[in-house]
Each structure stands twice: as structure tokens, then as C-alpha cells.
């Protein structure tokens, strides 16, 4: 099964970034096949209509391209505000924007239709993220994602990981094991490998 983790932040030393590393580590001992992608090495501006109109930037086709190739998703969301990144809500809508013309990519939902998506999240603070959890869960059903029920918010992240980035409390490991199992778990019965006839 193949897995894409990502955070919604390119901060150096973003606590969701090192999550994003110890979920995809958790995944590959589960057997998972992972892409960790880092949102800074996509070139994309903000959203703009009129922008678009001159041409959907390559990386974004990258991304489109990325997104589909995946069956699950774990995404890593920081919170601001009380909800998650202007980054994060900028890249999904890029993401599911119609390509006009092109006839691979002129559905705006074909990256996302049917995709297991688990969510997890880290703050320095004691709720861990938790409320841009709430917020991104509607838009990603919205986006015609399935949601895996079992999510984790990482509290206190500035003494979870350690000098490795892997998480040194068992039941945080365990907590973050669960949601990339569900994933795994849910993604392969929705998205069955297709047989192939020699």
C-alpha cells in the first residue's frame, strides 16, 4: 500500500514536520510503502483565479499527480488561530482546482475522490492541535476524502521526539500507530490492488 504523509508547515523545526517523519517511519515497520512530502519543495503560489488563467503552475500538476498516485494519506496539520495553516488551505485548493482543457485533469476532485485520509496533529500547547483537526476534517469530506475516525493530536511536542525526531512516549507511538493502521487498513479495502493477467 502506498502512503503519503505531509504537514501543513515548512517551518525548519516545525513539531508537525517531525511528526510527519515519525509517522512515516511507524508506517514503513507496518509495511507501507511511503512518500514523506515536503510542501516546501513545491513551487506554488497563493491561490489566485486570474493567476491560474495564465496556466496551472507545473507544480501543481506535481502535486495533483502525487496525491493520486496515493491510496492513503496521513496529513500532519500545525494549528494557527484555532485552525489550520493558510499553507495547508492553499494546497488543497490548488489541488482541487479543474485544470480547464486538460483531459487528464479537468475533474478538480479526481485527486481526491476515495482517498483514506487520517489526521494527526502537534502544538506546543496541551490540546496538541486538536481544533484544526475539527476544521479540516468537514473541508477533506467536502473534497469527497474519506476521513479515518481515529485521529491524535500530539501535546507538549516541544519535549515529545527525540534527538533522533522519533516520539519517546509509548502510548504518543502507539496513539500515532493507530491512526497510520486505520489508514492502512481502510485504504486497501476501499482501494483493492487491481489483479493483473499474465
Same mark, same amino acid.
Given at each position: ?38 510542501? @516546501?519543495?513545491?513551487?506554488?503560489? $497563493?491561490?489566485? %483565479?486570474?493567476?491560474? /488563467? *495564465? =496556466? ?6 506535481? +502535486? ?12 500532519c ?11 495547508l ?23 481526491? @475522490?476515495?482517498?483514506?485520509?487520517? $489526521?494527526?496533529? %502537534?502544538?506546543?500547547? /496541551? *490540546? =496538541? ?6 476544521? +479540516? ?5 467536502n ?39 486505520q489508514?492502512?487498513w @481502510? ?7 487491481? %489483479?493483473?493477467?499474465?
Open positions: 500500500m502506498k502512503l503519503l504523509i505531509f504537514a501543513g508547515s515548512t517551518r525548519a523545526r516545525s513539531f508537525n514536520r517531525q511528526l510527519a517523519k515519525a509517522a512515516a517511519a511507524l508506517a514503513r515497520e507496518a509495511g507501507a510503502t511511503v512518500t514523506l512530502l515536503e510542501l @516546501a519543495s513545491l513551487d506554488i503560489p $497563493l491561490y489566485n %483565479a486570474d493567476l491560474e /488563467a *495564465l =496556466g496551472t503552475p507545473p507544480d501543481v500538476i506535481r +502535486l495533483k499527480e502525487t496525491l493520486f498516485e496515493h491510496s492513503g494519506w496521513i496529513i496539520s500545525p494549528e494557527y488561530n484555532g485552525s489550520y495553516t493558510a499553507l488551505k492553499n494546497t488543497l485548493d490548488w489541488a482541487s482546482s479543474p485544470v480547464k482543457g486538460d483531459p487528464e485533469w479537468s475533474d478538480g476532485s479526481k485527486a481526491f @475522490a476515495g482517498k483514506v485520509v487520517g $489526521l494527526l496533529a %502537534a502544538s506546543p500547547g /496541551a *490540546l =496538541g492541535g486538536l481544533r484544526s483537526l475539527q476544521h +479540516l476534517a468537514p473541508l477533506l469530506i473534497l469527497q476524502c474519506w476521513v479515518a475516525p481515529q485521529q491524535f493530536a500530539l501535546g507538549q511536542a516541544g519535549t515529545a521526539f527525540d534527538a533522533e525526531g522519533q516520539l519517546t512516549n509509548s502510548k504518543q507511538r502507539a496513539a500515532v500507530e493507530s491512526v497510520v493502521k489508514v492502512l @481502510a485504504a486497501e479495502r476501499l482501494n483493492p490492488p487491481v %489483479a493483473t493477467v499474465d
